[in-house]
């Protein structure tokens, strides 16, 4: 039923999904679970379109509908669509689901061929022509994205709000953990003093950074995970790529883990995105450091509060430490 949990989507109803967008007879042949986040699952669909294999994902809500406040699957897969309009690569979207379908909330795309996992393709030999030109691709993306007219996105449900509005939005989800973390409250005072109140004038991604690309021999096949994506300011993507827990553990390349930062920004400032203020993108850099310590800490929160008893995210939330780390680090030392 609609708006329920889906566990294990049935082949039946999906097929009748994509018979309903494509007008052809369509079979289900299998349909397995990827890795998710805590908002999405992710499935790996074989289809057969009138005797022809069809290499398809589903990514729908986890709990069948989306968290309040959160992107609709719906939207996502129209902001996919514009995307891709705009010259960004990005998995072609085939249907999307219906209240009457009775899966909840998502949509089917087009599996892309390439590595998604970020330490393979970050490690691998077979890959370092990809590296070399990803830091160039990345910056074309961003560049592309932020210049789309907010007026193009008006019909859809993206999160939007001031700088300041944002961070206290942020501040009052740390609190509510009723954990005191000496080194978040030093980097929410750094940032009170410097990120402003501005209003959002960019789409932004809210996601873009390694383990979120498709990549192939040549770097950047496709850009993954539009859930999080909101009006904002454009740079808040440049810091968030560059936050060390992107990087897989190859710290010394800031971009990533494959590039390095005044090649981003000269890059996405060619390709026709704003000129990139360094002290501006130090600041979301650390934005984006102590977001990614509040994600640890809301996962950490789950598993000892029995709300979701799971390893990975005790696991996870003992990143806490390693984020406290990072932020000392930028505070202390800026981007170098």
């Not at 700088?163 to 953990?177: I, K, N, V």
Request: charge should be negative; charged fraction near 20%; hydrophobic fraction near 50%.
């Amino acid at each position: 039923m609609p708006g329920l949990p889906m566990n294990d989507p049935p082949p039946e109803r999906l097929a009748a999904v994509l018979a309903r967008a494509a007008g052809d007879v369509v079979a289900v042949t299998r349909v397995a679970a990827l890795s998710g986040g805590a908002a999405s699952a992710t499935y790996a669909v074989d289809a057969v379109r009138n005797g022809t294999p069809w290499s398809l994902i589903l990514q729908c809500a986890a709990a069948g509908d989306v968290a309040d406040g959160a992107l609709p699957k719906a939207d996502q897969a129209a902001l996919q669509r514009l995307a891709g309009r705009h010259g960004i690569p990005v998995a072609e979207v085939v249907a999307v689901l219906h209240p009457d379908d009775g899966m909840g909330q998502g949509f089917i795309m087009a599996r892309v061929a390439g590595e998604a996992l970020a330490p393979k393709w970050l490690k691998g030999d077979g890959f370092a022509a990809a590296r070399a030109a990803l830091t160039g691709q990345c910056a074309q993306v961003l560049a592309r994205l932020h210049a789309i007219p907010i007026a193009e996105v008006a019909g859809l449900a993206l999160p939007a709000g001031r700088t300041g509005e944002a961070r206290m939005r942020m501040f009052a989800h740390y609190r509510s953990f009723g954990v005191n973390s000496p080194v978040f409250d030093l980097a929410f005072a750094w940032l009170a003093e410097r990120c402003g109140d501005a209003e959002p004038d960019a789409i932004v991604h809210g996601d873009f950074r390694s383990g979120n690309f498709i990549i192939d021999e040549y770097g950047l096949a496709a850009v993954l995970d539009w859930e999080l994506a909101h009006l904002g300011e454009g740079a808040e993507d440049l810091g968030w790529l560059c936050a060390n827990a992107w990087r897989f553990g190859i710290w010394q390349k800031p971009v990533g883990g494959f590039g390095e930062r005044d090649a981003l920004y000269d890059t996405y400032a060619a390709a026709g995105g704003a000129r990139v203020d360094r002290a501006r993108a130090h600041m979301w850099e650390v934005w984006g450091t102590l977001r990614w310590g509040l994600a640890c800490l809301q996962l950490g929160h789950d598993h000892v509060s029995g709300r979701v008893r799971s390893v990975e995210r005790a696991a996870i939330g003992r990143r806490v430490s390693e984020v406290e780390l990072d932020l000392l680090h930028l505070i202390r030392f800026g981007d170098i």
